[in-house]
C-alpha cells in the first residue's frame, strides 16, 4: 500500500549534522496496524511526517498506490493527504476557537455541502462517544480523553485508508487510554491501517508490528509482546 | 531574567524588529512633526504678516452701496465705483481723515465715460486717383468691433502740393486744402476724482501734473462762443493705448477732373471740396461704383497712438505705413457729451454670476448707459470744458498681486476666457470689464460734474501697522467699527486677496475675473491652524491608540507563558516584570536610536525633551497595562458566527481599532490638506502661502502614513505568529497552500474591511461637518485603500508563517 524506499533525513543544529533518518525502507500494508517505538529524539515523528507527505525527505520516495508523493504539486499532495490519511497527535491539535463539531468537519469544509458535512461529523462524534450536547462545546472545555476521541472522529471524517497516530494516548489516563485504542482497533479492524509511534508498551502491543527506530534506522521487525522485552535486553 | 528577557526579544527576530523600527518611528516623527506644524504654523503667519496687508485696510462707501452680488459672493468686484452715484461730500472725508489713527484717507469719485480730442489720420497722395475705402474697428482681446461705417474718400491725381483735390463727405469735420484727412472715431474713457495728497501718500504715485495750468489758448474759441466755462484738468494715465486698427482699402481708378468739375458745377480753378455738400454726395455715389484698376487693402494698427485723452494724429505714407503727422486736425466738439454706467446686473445661476447684453451694439453694451453732457456742434453752452494736463503712471508691485486692496480706478488684473485669452475692455462705456481709469481730475472738479456728494469710496489706511497680525487686524477692527458707526458701507480689505470669479458673458462665454475676497487672510489662518490642530489631534491620538493596542495584545499573546510561569511558581510580580522589562528595552532600543538620529540631522532641542516625554509616557501606559488584572470567565460554548474573529478577539479588536483610526487619519489628513491647499489657492496670498508650506505639511502626511502602515505590519504579523500552529493545522489535515491563504484573507478581509469601513463613515462624518471638499475626500477615501492593498499584501508575506517550507520540521522530531 505504502512503499517507503531509501528514506534519509537530515537535521543541521548549528554546524552539526544529525541524520535522523538513514536510509529507511518498509513496505506498509493494507489492514496492518504499525508501531514505532523509540526513546524521545531519535526521528519518530520526522519519520510520520514524511510518510505522510509533511516532511520532504533529503533522499528516498513515498510510493503511495503507485505514486511517489513528493512528486506531486502542493494541491494534489494536500488532497492526497486530506483523502487517504488521517492524524492523531498526542497534544490532540484542535483549534481553540472552533466548536468540536466545527473541529471535526474542518477537513471536508471546502469539499462538500455544509449540511451532509455536518450530519457526517455528528455520526463521526456519536461513533467515538461524543454526546450531542457537547456538539457545540469549546475544545478548552473538554477532558484529554474528550479532545483526543474529537481528533479521531475528525482523523476520520474524510474515511482515510492510513491512520498516523503520533503517541495518541501520552497524555491520557489508562482507562481514556484503553478507550482510544478501542476505538483505533476498531478501525483497523475495518481494514484500515494504523502507523503508530508511542512510548507505551501496552499501546504499542496492540499492534501488528512493532519496528524500533535508532540510530536513523528501523532496526528490529518484531511479533507483538517481543518488542519491550528485546528493548529491554538491549 | 534578563537573559530570559533578551532571549524572547532575539527569538521574535523579525516582529522585534518591526517594533522597534514603529517605536523608533514615533520618538522621530512626532518631534520632527510638532516641529514642522510649528514651522508651518510660523510660515502661514509670517505669509500673511508680510503679504496680507495691500495698499489699504478698510474700504468706505455710502451707506447701502453694497451689490447684491458682493452680499451673495462674499467679494468685491475690481469696479465697485462704477455706477458714478456718489454719496460721501468732500466735508465727510475730511472729517474721516482727521481722525488720527488714520494714516490714509484717499477719497476717490467715479464720474463717467469721457471722450478726449479726435485726431486726424492723413491719406497718402498716390501718383494715381485712388478711391480709399475704411473702416476703424477695436478689439476686447477676442472679437473685433467696427467702430464706424464705411467711409470713402475720392483722390484726384491732378493734386499739387497745398492744392489737393479730392471728394469726402464731411461729418461735422472741416475739409483740408492740402491733406486728405480722416478723423479718428469718438472713444470713450473713464474719468475718476482724486485728492492728490492722499492719492499719492496711498500708491507712491506722481499725480502732481494735476496741478499743471492748461494752454488757454486752445480753449480760446469756445470760451469767446459760450462765454466762461468751467475748464476740468485732466491727467491722463500713460501706460494706456486704445486699441484701434483701421482697414484701409485702396483702388485705383481712372477719373477725369474735368468731368467732375462738370458735374459739381465749378470752374477750373475751383477746388473739389468747395462744390455744395449734396452734389459731391451725389457724386461720390457714382464714383463709389467706378471700375477699378487695381486695389490693394491694408491693415494699419493704430493702438501705440491712441492715449485716451490725447490722440496723436498721425499720416499713412505711400507705402502705407504709419509717421508721425506734421499738419493735423484735431477735433474736440464731443469732449463735453460723457456717460455714466450702472452697474453691471449679475444673475446668479449654478455658482455662476451671468452678465446679458443691455444693448446691441459695436460693441455690445453691458451695463445701462445714460449719456449726459452736450455737443458743441449744438450749439448750447456746456457745463465745462476738459484739457488734458499731464499724465500720470500708477505702479504695479509685486505685493499687489498678493493681497488684493480693489483701488476701483487702476483696474490693471487680466481677465480671461476660459482659453486663457486675455479681454480687453472696449471703447464704449457699457464694456463688462472694468475699465482702468483713462484720466484723473481733482475732487473740486468733480463738484462740477457729480454735485456736493461725489465722492463714491474711501480707502482708508490705518496709523501704526508694520505688519498685518492680531493687533493690526485689531486696530483695523476698531476703526472700521466707528466708521459703520458713522453710517458708512465698510469692507475691511486689509488681509484680502484676488479670487477668480467665473461669469458668463452673454455673447463671450465664460470669463474669469480677479475679485477681491475680502478677509482671506484670517480665514487662511483659521484654515491652516485648524488643518494643524486636526493634523497633531489625529496624529499623537493614532501614535497612543496603536501603542496601547499593541500593548495589549503583547499581554495577551503572554498570557500562555504566564499561566506556565504561574505553574511552574513564578510569583505574579515578577511575571509581570519579566513581561514589562522586554517592552522597556524595546522602547529603550527604539529611544536611543531615534535620539543618535535626531542628532544626525540635527533635530533642535525641544526634540529631544519631547522624544524623552514619549518614552516617560510609554514607561507608564507599560506599567499600567502589564499589571492590571484580566477578569474574564472562561467560555463554554463556541461562538455560531466568526469563531476566529471572537475568539482572538483581544488580538483582533486592538489592530481593528488601530486600523479603523488609520482610516481615518488618513482620510481626514488627505481631504482636510486637499481642501485647504484648494481653498488657499483660490486667492493669490493662499497660492504664495501654500507654496513656502507645502513641503512640511506633505512631510507630516507622509509620516502619518508611514507609521500607520508600521502599526499595521506590526499588528498583522503578531496576530499571524500567534496563530501560526493553526495554519500548520490546516496544512496537516489536508489543505492545499491556496487554500488556507483563501481562508485567512476571507477571515482577514472581513474585520479589516469592517474597520477600515467604519474609518471611513466616522471620517466622512467629520469631514462633511467641515469645509473639505467632496473631490478632496474622494481622493481621501481612495488613498485610504493603500492600507486594504497593505493589508493583502501582508496576507500574502504571512504565507511564510502559513505554510513550513519544503524540508523543514514541523512538529516535533
Known amino acids: 500500500m505504502i512503499e517507503i524506499r531509501d528514506l534519509s533525513k537530515t537535521y543541521t543544529h548549528l554546524s552539526d549534522k544529525v541524520k535522523i533518518l538513514n536510509n529507511i525502507s518498509l513496505s506498509i500494508d493494507k489492514g496492518q496496524w504499525y508501531t514505532i517505538i523509540g526513546p524521545s529524539g531519535t526521528g519518530k515523528s520526522t519519520f510520520l511526517n514524511c510518510v505522510a507527505g509533511l516532511l520532504q525527505p533529503d533522499e528516498g520516495e513515498i510510493i503511495y498506490e503507485g505514486v511517489n508523493i ?7 499532495k494536500s488532497e492526497y493527504r486530506r483523502l487517504n490519511i488521517g492524524f492523531i497527535f498526542q497534544d490532540f491539535k484542535l483549534l481553540p476557537h472552533y466548536s468540536v463539531l466545527d473541529n471535526v468537519a474542518l477537513p471536508l469544509i471546502y469539499d462538500e455541502p455544509k449540511k451532509s458535512l455536518y450530519t457526517k461529523a455528528k455520526s ?4 467515538v462517544g461524543i454526546k450531542e450536547q457537547m456538539f457545540n462545546r469549546l475544545p478548552e472545555a473538554l477532558s484529554g480523553g474528550e479532545k483526543q476521541r474529537i481528533a479521531i472522529a475528525r482523523a476520520l471524517i474524510a474515511n482515510p485508508k492510513v491512520l498516523i497516530c503520533d503517541e495518541p494516548t501520552g497524555n491520557l489516563d489508562i482507562n481514556n487510554r484503553n478507550i482510544i485504542l478501542d476505538l483505533l482497533s476498531e478501525f483497523k479492524n475495518s481494514g484500515k491501517t ?35 522485552s528485546l528493548e529491554s535486553n538491549n | 531574567m534578563m537573559r530570559l528577557v533578551w532571549n524572547r526579544i532575539i527569538s521574535r527576530k523579525l516582529v522585534s524588529f518591526t517594533i522597534i523600527l514603529a517605536l523608533f518611528g514615533i520618538f522621530l516623527l512626532i518631534p520632527i512633526g510638532f516641529q514642522n506644524t510649528n514651522e508651518t504654523k510660523l510660515a502661514v503667519d509670517n505669509s500673511i504678516a508680510e503679504q496680507g496687508r495691500g ?15 458682493e452680499k451673495e459672493v462674499g467679494m468685491v468686484e475690481e469696479n465697485y465705483i462704477g455706477d458714478s452715484q456718489g454719496g460721501i461730500s468732500i466735508q465727510e472725508w475730511e472729517k474721516i481723515k482727521q481722525n488720527p489713527a488714520i494714516e490714509v484717507a484717499a477719497p476717490v469719485a467715479s464720474i463717467g465715460y469721457f471722450s478726449g480730442k479726435k485726431t486726424s489720420v492723413e491719406l497718402p497722395q498716390l501718383d494715381e486717383s485712388t478711391r480709399f475705402t475704411w473702416e476703424f474697428y477695436t478689439s476686447d482681446g477676442q472679437k473685433e468691433y467696427s467702430l464706424s461705417e464705411p467711409q470713402s474718400l475720392v483722390y484726384f491725381k491732378e493734386s499739387e502740393p497745398g492744392n489737393t483735390q479730392y471728394l469726402k463727405v464731411l461729418h461735422n469735420e472741416t475739409a483740408s486744402g492740402a491733406t486728405l484727412d480722416v478723423m479718428l472715431p469718438q472713444t470713450y474713457h473713464l474719468l475718476a476724482a482724486i485728492d492728490i495728497e492722499s492719492e499719492q501718500n496711498l500708491t507712491n504715485v506722481d499725480y502732481s501734473e494735476l496741478k499743471n495750468e492748461f494752454d488757454s489758448f486752445s480753449l480760446d474759441v469756445i470760451i469767446k462762443t459760450f462765454g466762461n466755462i468751467p475748464v476740468i484738468k485732466v491727467i491722463q494715465r500713460e501706460d494706456i493705448n486704445i486699441p484701434i486698427k483701421m482697414k484701409l482699402k485702396a483702388d485705383t481708378i481712372e477719373l477725369d477732373i474735368s468731368d467732375y468739375r462738370k458735374k459739381l458745377s465749378l470752374t477750373e480753378e475751383d477746388w473739389l471740396m468747395s462744390a455744395e455738400r449734396n452734389k459731391i454726395k451725389q457724386v461720390i455715389g457714382e464714383l463709389n461704383k467706378k471700375k477699378t484698376a487695381s486695389t490693394s487693402e491694408h491693415e494699419i494698427d493704430l493702438t501705440s497712438f491712441q492715449k485716451p485723452f490725447d490722440g496723436t494724429a498721425v499720416k499713412i505714407n505711400n507705402q502705407f505705413k504709419v509717421d508721425l503727422a506734421s499738419d493735423f486736425a484735431s477735433d474736440r466738439g464731443e469732449t463735453t457729451v460723457y456717460y455714466t454706467a450702472e452697474k453691471l446686473d449679475y444673475n446668479s445661476e449654478n455658482d455662476i454670476l451671468n452678465i446679458k447684453i443691455i444693448e446691441n451694439g459695436q460693441p455690445p453694451s453691458y451695463k445701462k448707459i445714460v449719456k449726459k453732457g452736450e455737443s458743441l456742434y449744438n450749439g448750447v453752452k456746456p457745463k465745462f470744458l476738459i484739457e488734458q494736463v499731464g499724465t500720470f503712471s500708477p505702479k504695479v508691485d509685486k505685493e499687489s498681486k498678493l493681497s488684493s486692496s480693489p483701488m476701483g480706478i ?36 468733480a463738484e462740477i460734474l457729480k454735485g456736493s456728494k461725489p465722492i463714491d469710496a474711501i480707502r482708508v489706511r490705518v496709523a501704526g501697522i508694520s505688519k498685518y497680525n492680531k493687533q493690526a487686524q485689531q486696530k483695523i477692527e476698531k476703526i472700521a467699527t466707528e466708521l459703520l458707526q458713522d453710517g458708512y458701507e465698510v469692507d475691511i480689505v486689509a488681509g484680502s486677496s484676488f479670487k477668480n470669479a467665473t461669469l458668463d458673458v452673454e455673447g463671450i462665454g465664460k470669463v474669469v475675473a480677479p475679485w477681491t475676497t475680502l478677509g482671506v487672510a484670517q480665514e487662511l489662518e483659521e484654515n491652516w491652524n485648524g488643518l494643524i490642530l486636526l493634523t497633531t489631534i489625529l496624529f499623537v491620538t493614532f501614535v497612543l491608540v496603536w501603542f496601547v493596542s499593541r500593548l495589549l495584545f503583547e499581554k495577551n499573546s503572554l498570557e500562555k507563558e504566564d499561566e506556565l510561569l504561574t505553574i511552574i511558581g513564578w510569583p505574579r510580580e515578577k511575571i509581570i ?71 482572538y478577539r483581544d488580538i483582533i479588536m486592538p489592530t481593528m481599532v488601530i486600523l479603523f483610526i488609520s482610516t481615518m487619519l488618513i482620510v481626514v489628513q488627505i481631504a482636510s ?82 474597520s477600515i469601513c467604519l474609518g471611513l463613515i466616522t471620517s466622512c462624518i467629520i469631514l462633511f461637518n467641515t469645509e473639505a471638499t467632496i473631490g478632496w475626500i474622494v481622493v481621501g477615501i481612495l488613498s485610504s485603500s493603500v492600507i486594504l492593498i497593505f493589508v493583502i499584501f501582508i496576507v500574502l508575506i504571512s504565507k511564510n508563517f502559513i505554510i513550513i517550507p519544503k524540508g523543514e520540521k514541523n512538529i516535533n522530531v
Open chain 1, 70 to 76: 513528493y512528486s506531486l504539486k502542493d494541491k494534489v
Open chain 1, 124 to 127: 463521526q462524534l456519536e461513533m
Open chain 1, 194 to 228: 494504523i502507523i503508530m509511534v508511542t512510548h507505551d508498551e501496552e499501546v504499542a502491543n496492540r499492534g501488528d508490528i512493532i519496528y524500533k527506530l535508532s540510530n536513523g534506522i528501523l532496526e528490529e521487525r518484531m511479533k507483538k509482546n517481543d518488542a519491550f
Open chain 2, 55 to 69: 495698499t489699504y485696510d478698510i474700504l468706505v462707501r455710502p451707506n447701502h452701496s453694497r451689490t447684491k452680488v
Open chain 2, 410 to 445: 487702476y483696474a490693471t488684473s487680466e481677465i480671461k476666457t476660459e482659453k486663457g485669452q486675455v479681454l480687453k475692455p472696449t471703447t464704449v462705456p457699457g464694456s463688462f470689464i472694468p475699465q482702468p481709469a483713462g484720466g484723473l481730475i481733482t475732487l473740486k472738479s
Open chain 2, 577 to 647: 516584570r519579566r513581561n514589562y522589562l522586554e517592552q522597556y528595552f524595546l522602547l529603550f532600543i527604539a529611544y536611543m536610536l531615534s535620539v543618535s538620529f535626531m542628532a544626525i540631522i540635527k533635530l533642535e532641542v525641544s526634540a529631544y525633551f519631547i522624544s524623552s516625554g514619549i518614552l516617560i509616557i510609554a514607561f507608564l501606559l507599560i506599567n499600567i497595562i502589564f499589571t492590571i488584572k484580566k477578569n474574564r470567565m472562561k467560555r463554554l460554548e463556541a461562538y455560531k458566527h466568526s469563531p476566529s474573529l471572537f475568539y
Open chain 2, 673 to 754: 490638506f486637499g481642501s485647504t491647499i484648494n481653498k488657499s489657492q483660490e486667492s493669490t496670498l493662499g497660492q504664495f502661502t501654500v507654496d513656502g508650506i507645502f513641503g512640511f505639511q506633505l512631510l507630516v502626511l507622509i509620516s502619518a502614513f508611514i507609521l500607520s502602515i508600521l502599526g499595521l505590519s506590526e499588528c498583522l504579523n503578531t496576530l499571524f505568529y500567534t496563530r501560526k500552529s493553526e495554519f500548520n493545522m490546516y496544512h496537516i489535515i489536508g489543505w492545499s497552500e491556496r487554500r488556507i491563504l483563501l481562508h485567512l484573507s476571507k477571515e482577514t478581509l472581513v474585520w479589516t474591511s469592517f
